[in-house]
């Protein structure tokens, strides 16, 4: 218990934190990505695919209540780094910073913040369906009777421009914060060389785009009838 606390107050400990909690969310993020992508499979795939995570409510809420616990520490142990960090810090340090600090960087808290509000409209949306009525009354038409349509609920969302430009400006926000968030782990868990600096933030990058690009087609493609 100590110890914990110890590792908690410290700022060394904070920033292990954010950052294994940050991988955690990336690997939902990746997860999330790759099951939804069976929309383009068809919806039986994805109407399969829900409904097999939903038969398994056990696991499904360990994992709901470790992405929550993710979510809420990462928040606060980041909030609470800034504060001791702005504590410390000198004056002249933080009147530079704007001008040696990247996009990617300076944009952290506002990135961080929409990807949360973001997040907390998905839920409603997608989750518990409570912003339109015509969610309730989708149904499978294909192969698989009594199974709750995902596929034709997410193509009726995403007909909606207006929440399709929200989705892919929020997505594009995810992507700028793990852009930077990729490249400072391997910093934060000290496993950074000279050589790794050069390739991290690329890497970041990369990942990043393929993330955004994967999830900004699904809404692209509703719009364009691709997927209808
Ligand atoms: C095109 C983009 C996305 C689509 C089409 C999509 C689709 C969905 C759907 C259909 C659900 C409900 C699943 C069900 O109850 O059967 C869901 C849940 C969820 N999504 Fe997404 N999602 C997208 C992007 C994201 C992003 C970027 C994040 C995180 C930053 C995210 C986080 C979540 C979370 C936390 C849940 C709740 C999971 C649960 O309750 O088990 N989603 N998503």
Known sequence: MNLLLKFWSS?????????????????FVVAHLVGNLQMF???SKINAYAEFLHQNEKPLWIARIGLIACFVLHIVATLTLVKMNRAARPQSYALNRHVQAKISTRTMAFSG???????????LHYTLRVTDPRFRTVEEKGELQNVF?????????FQNPLISA??????????????HGVSSVFQTFGLESKRSAQ?????????SALIFAGYASIPTAVLMGVLK
């Not at 400006?169 to 852009?179: K, P, Q």
Request: no cysteine.
């Open 41 to 43: 499979a068809g919806a």
């Open 113 to 123: 913040l929409t990807v949360l509000s973001f997040v907390v409209f998905h839920l």
């Open 11 to 27: 700022s060394i400990g904070k920033k292990w934190l954010v950052a294994l909690t940050g991988l955690a969310l990336l690997g």
């Open 149 to 157: 349509d995902v596929y034709h609920m997410v193509v009726l969302g």
């Open 199 to 207: 390739w991290m933030p690329t890497a970041g990058k990369i990942l």
């Open 166 to 179: 929200f989705y892919i400006f929020s997505v594009g926000l995810l992507a700028l914060h793990l852009s």
